[in-house]
């Protein structure tokens, strides 16, 4: 019985926590605290994988903190975009479900990357031209990525969740999008006679 009793009261505490969490009082805060968390374990990973091939000399923190900044932002657009998706188009019939699909891939998505470019360029020493170079140069590499990743998942998000959950069963995705988010932000580029450029 006493076993019993300890896994009895440590769901009870577990369900407790997760009802806190995702109420409305609490879910913005949530929402971005798992966004910014799953940004920067994904750039953690990242980087002791270019550690081990040898690519990278030793852990860079402030890499991290700018990814985990990156995911900040991206837990405050999909936050109020779920709530808005859900309130204009009432449903979840295959055909609404699809709608929604489109307009996050067409709309939503490119926000993202813009945003997720601007916001970690933000820490970098030329912000603007940064910003505009890399644009220019990942952009499409990113968009493509999306195009394969989020689709199948999104028609269960948008089929199944409540809008309450969409943000973090994004989450549970994104850990490996975010690896390959931060490997292509962080990807060398091409020495080329019109794209190299120092200082």
């Not at 923190?61 to 936050?79: A, D």
């Not at 188009?89 to 929604?100: D, E, N, P």
């Not at 490996?176 to 450029?197: C, E, L, R």
Request: charged share 25%; proline share 4%; net charge positive.
């Amino acid at each position: 019985m006493t076993i019993r009793r300890i896994f009895s009261k440590a769901y009870k505490t577990y369900k407790q926590g997760v009802d806190d969490a995702f109420n409305r009082k609490n879910l913005f805060y949530t929402n971005l605290m798992l966004s910014a968390g799953i940004s920067a374990c994904g750039d953690m990973l990242e980087q002791k994988y270019e550690i081990y091939k040898g690519d990278l000399d030793k852990f860079d923190t402030p890499r991290t903190f700018h990814m985990g900044f990156s995911g900040l932002t991206t837990g405050i657009i999909c936050h109020h975009w779920y709530s808005i998706l859900d309130k204009i188009i009432i449903g979840r019939t295959l055909y609404m479900v699809v709608k929604k699909l489109l307009l996050d891939q067409f709309f939503c998505s490119p926000i993202i990357i813009l945003s997720f470019f601007g916001t970690v360029a933000i820490f970098e020493e030329h912000p603007l031209e940064n910003f505009t170079e890399e644009v220019r140069a990942k952009f499409w590499t990113l968009y493509k990525a999306e195009w394969v990743v989020w689709p199948p998942a999104q028609l269960i998000n948008f089929y199944f969740l409540p809008t309450k959950f969409r943000v973090v069963y994004d989450n549970t995705i994104s850990l490996g999008y975010d690896i390959y988010t931060s490997q292509v932000k962080h990807s060398k580029p091409d020495k080329s006679p019109t794209g190299a450029k120092d200082d």
